[in-house]
C-alpha cells in the first residue's frame, strides 16, 4: 500500500512532495520527502521491523537512512486492558 500527498503555493507551484509505503501488516517501511525550493533535496526513510508481540503489533523498529545507515531504534511496550 502506498500514500503520498503534494503541497502547492498559491500559484500552483509544487513546494513538496511526499510518499509512504506499507507492508502486508500496514507497518511504515519506506517515505520519501521532496522539498522544491532553491536546491531540491530529497529524503528517503526506510524501515525494519525486529520484533512482534503475541498479538502482531511491532515491539522493535530500525529507521534507515538512504545510505543504509541506522539513525533510530525504537522499543515500545503495549499494554491491553482486560475487558
Do not use: C, P
Amino acid at each position: 500500500m502506498m500514500m503520498s500527498s503534494v503541497t502547492k503555493d498559491s500559484v500552483g507551484n509544487v513546494k513538496n512532495k511526499w510518499s509512504a509505503k506499507y507492508n502486508d501488516k500496514r507497518e511504515l517501511i519506506e517515505t520519501s520527502n521532496t522539498n522544491f525550493k532553491k536546491d531540491t533535496t530529497t529524503t528517503v526513510k526506510k524501515f525494519t521491523y525486529e520484533a512482534h508481540e503475541e498479538t502482531g503489533n511491532w515491539t522493535q523498529r530500525t529507521e534507515w537512512n538512504d545510505k543504509g545507515k541506522a539513525i533510530k531504534a525504537v522499543k515500545r511496550t503495549i499494554v491491553y486492558r482486560k475487558s
